[in-house]
């Protein structure tokens, strides 16, 4: 599986490159930052994409819409977001196509499971922390409704 990784954190970056090269997949790139990332996908054609979701330079959800961009120019590229973050907004669109996932960090417990994670992704299939499931089907809890005691 050929990999491109995209995570502002250099030490995180440089780790998941390991962990990819060390479980016998070729890392094709590894950006700090969203800004060349849909060129870089489309130059370097990896199977999977592994995005972070706030990236420079706002960190906000730079990452998130590159990701969206991705599957929208080459839906055939898988795109694993990997975040310390629940971004719900892109996040509603990107389940909708194939070859997506989208983990939490610190819920990533064992390093077999997540390259087998990131195979499936890649391979076409969906993975979603049931975390981030809960936060996209659960409904909003901002409205007026939600100040009303239970009485």
């Known amino acids: ?30 950006l700090g930052d969203a800004e060349q990332l849909l060129a870089t996908v489309e130059r370097e054609r990896p199977d999977l994409a592994v995005v972070d979701i706030r990236m420079p330079p706002t960190f906000t959800d730079e990452g998130a819409r590159a990701a969206l961009a991705i599957k ?9 977001v990997l975040s310390q973050h629940i971004e719900t907004t892109h996040a509603v669109t990107l389940v909708a196509h194939r070859g997506f996932g989208y983990l939490l960090k610190d819920r990533v417990l064992e390093v077999d499971e997540f390259l087998a994670t990131s195979e499936r992704v890649a391979a076409g299939g969906s993975a979603l922390d049931p975390v981030v499931v809960a936060h996209l089907v ?3 809890n901002d409205g007026p409704a939600e100040r009303l005691s239970e009485r």
């Not at 599986?1 to 094709?28: K, N, P, S, T, W």
């Not at 929208?72 to 694993?80: S, T």
């Open 1 to 30: 599986m050929r990999v491109l990784i995209a995570e502002d954190q250099a030490l995180l970056r440089e780790g998941l490159a390991r962990l990819f090269r060390d479980g016998g997949h070729e890392v094709v790139a590894t």
């Open 138 to 140: 659960s409904p909003a």
């Open 72 to 80: 929208d120019e080459l839906p055939d590229v898988g795109v694993l």
